[in-house]
């Protein structure tokens, strides 16, 4: 399979708050998994890029593998209206290329 | 780093004509591009993979008349909607694979095409 299932939201929140992106994954030979920010008719920009289990952490943000439930989160503290966007998980390996998640549109409120 | 230069931006046509994509690599050799279409709040859903001096790949379900792909050279790759139709209305990125670390793809800045 080479699904990567994440809720497209839209996720709102007020400024300042914690945020919590997820995405579940089948495919056990991904091996490789990142965190794409897509504003509004833009190309993806690359966040996050992890090949383990364990966090990841870089300023606000912090990106998380759990391969044994095969869950990806992505966290961001301290939210701000500019990270308001689509967040897209994907992931890599085996015979597939990169295999993106439907995105979730977040929007935090000023 | 690596950058993909991706044009038009923003195009209108007439359902039945033709829309021309270029996507070049400005500070790299691009071998392979790949293509994808987004339609509003769903995934990037790739469409083909285009390779210099070959066929390019389609993925199952995309018309291979329809999307013409072309990878003349190194640092270009198009992709031609023909014949457009209103359902062919969407956003379409081009994407070139990592240059070294298996994270660094490159992402065109996408193509809004409406076909009216």
């Known amino acids: 399979q080479k699904e990567v299932e994440q809720d497209p939201g839209p996720l709102s929140v007020p400024e300042g708050a914690i945020v919590s992106l997820n995405c579940t994954y089948s495919?056990?030979?991904?091996?490789?998994f990142m965190w794409y920010r897509q504003y509004s008719r833009k190309g993806p920009e690359l966040l996050m890029y992890?090949?383990?289990?364990g966090n990841k952490e870089d300023g606000r943000f912090t990106a998380q593998v759990d391969k044994s439930s095969k869950y990806i989160s992505l966290f961001i503290r301290d939210s701000q209206p500019s990270d308001s966007a689509t967040y897209l998980c994907a992931a890599v390996g085996g015979a597939d290329g990169l295999t993106f998640g439907k995105g979730t549109h977040l929007i935090i409120q000023p | 780093g690596a950058v993909v230069s991706q044009h038009p931006s923003w195009v209108i046509c007439k359902s039945g004509t033709s829309v021309k994509i270029e996507c070049r690599s400005l500070d790299f050799q691009a071998t392979t591009m790949f293509w994808y279409r987004q339609f509003p709040k769903q995934s990037l859903m790739l469409m083909a993979t285009?390779?210099?001096?070959?066929?390019?790949?389609?993925e199952q379900g995309v018309e291979k008349d329809k999307f013409l792909i072309n990878h003349a050279s190194l640092t270009l790759s198009t992709l031609t909607v023909t014949s457009a139709h209103p359902e062919d209305s969407s956003f379409y990125i081009c994407s070139a694979p990592p240059q070294g670390s298996p994270f660094g793809y490159t992402f065109g800045s996408g193509t809004r095409l409406t076909v009216v």
């Open positions: 495919n056990s030979a991904f091996q490789y």
């Open positions: 992890t090949y383990s289990s």
């Open positions: 285009s390779n210099e001096g070959s066929k390019a790949t389609y």
